[in-house]
C-alpha cells in the first residue's frame, strides 16, 4: 500500500554503502521506520529529504514491518536550526524525547507539539523556553500526569502554592505538611508551570525569561523524567556541556525580563 504522509525526520542512520532507515514522526501514522534506498548518495532525490528536522510530505510503501520511502517533499527544511548549534541543540533534544516517549500508532497531539516546537524554534523563539513546553507537555506519553490546575490533595484553586513530587503535583499552603521535600513556587513560577503545560506553543509569541527561572522549572521536570520515569536523554548532556560554554553563557542571558 502506498501512503502520503506529512511527516517530521527524527532520525536517520547509514544501512550499508548507500542506504538510510529513517524514523519519521508523521501526523497520520504517528511514528514509522523506513528504508530510504540510496539516501546516502549526494544525487540522490531522497538525501535532502531524509535530514533530521526536516518537515516534508512522504511517499511511502508498506505493507507490514518497514516501509519503504518511494519520495519525499519537503515543506520545510528548518535552516536555523541545522546551521545555529543552539537551536540544533534543543531540537535534537525535542525530537529525541519524542522518539523516546511516543510510540507506533496515529498521536495526532504529540506530532502537533513537535511541529510547533520546532517551527518556533525556527522562527528564533528561545529554544530552552521551547523545549520546556515540550517537556511538560509530553509527560503523558512517559505515564506522568501531574495535577496542575488545583491542589492535588485537597482540591484548593487558593492560596500559596508548591510542587510535590510525591504528591504528583501542586499543594496548597493548607497540604504542605503532607511532604516534607515540597519546591516552593511564587505566582509567577506557578503560572509559567501551567502555561507550559497547557498552552498550544503557537498561541505564545515570543518569551523573555529570566536564566534562573528556566532552570528553576526545567529542574523540575528534568526530575521527573529521570527519577520517576527513568529516561535520560543523550541530549540533554550535550545541551549541559553547551552552557557551561561562554557563547551559550552570553546568548541566553543577554535578553531576559521576565521573572
Known amino acids: 500500500m502506498l501512503n502520503k504522509w506529512e511527516g517530521i525526520v527524527l532520525k536517520s542512520r547509514a544501512y550499508g554503502e548507500s542506504n538510510k532507515i529513517v524514523t519519521l514522526m508523521t ?29 516534508g510530505m512522504y511517499m511511502v510503501q508498506r505493507s507490514s514491518g518497514m516501509g519503504t520511502l518511494q519520495q519525499g517533499e519537503h515543506l ?28 507506533e500508532g496515529p498521536e495526532p497531539f504529540a506530532f502537533e507539539v513537535l511541529l510547533q516546537a520546532l517551527n518556533a524554534i525556527e522562527e528564533e523563539h528561545d529554544p530552552e523556553a521551547i ?7 509530553l509527560l503523558p506519553y512517559a505515564g506522568v500526569q501531574p495535577i496542575l490546575n488545583a491542589c492535588s490533595s485537597c482540591g484548593s484553586f487558593d492560596g500559596e502554592f508548591a510542587f510535590s513530587f510525591s504528591q504528583g503535583g501542586f499543594l496548597c499552603h493548607r497540604c504542605f505538611h503532607q511532604d516534607p ?20 506553543i503557537d498561541q505564545i509569541g515570543k518569551l523573555d525569561l529570566k536564566k534562573g527561572t528556566k532552570q528553576f522549572i526545567k ?30 553563557t552570553r546568548r541566553t542571558n543577554s535578553d531576559e525580563h521576565i521573572d
Open 131 to 137: 523545549s520546556l513546553f515540550v517537556d511538560w507537555k
Open 76 to 103: 520545510a527544511s528548518m535552516r536555523h536550526i541545522q546551521t545555529d548549534i543552539i537551536a540544533t541543540a534543543y531540537a535534537s533534544y525535542i525530537v529525541e524525547l519524542v522518539d523516546r516517549l511516543v510510540d
Open 27 to 55: 501526523r497520520e501514522a504517528g511514528k514509522v521506520t523506513v528504508m530510504a534506498r540510496g539516501a546516502k548518495k549526494p544525487t540522490s532525490r531522497l538525501a535532502g529529504v531524509t535530514q533530521t528536522f526536516m518537515h
Open 181 to 200: 521535600y515540597i519546591i516552593r513556587l511564587s505566582p509567577t513560577q506557578l503560572k509559567l508551570i501551567r502555561m507550559f503545560y497547557t498552552v498550544p
Open 219 to 248: 529542574k523540575i521536570v528534568t526530575t521527573i523524567y529521570e527519577e520517576q520515569t527513568g529516561i535520560r536523554l543523550k541530549s540533554r548532556s550535550f545541551i549541559e556541556q553547551l552552557e557551561r560554554t561562554p557563547l551559550l
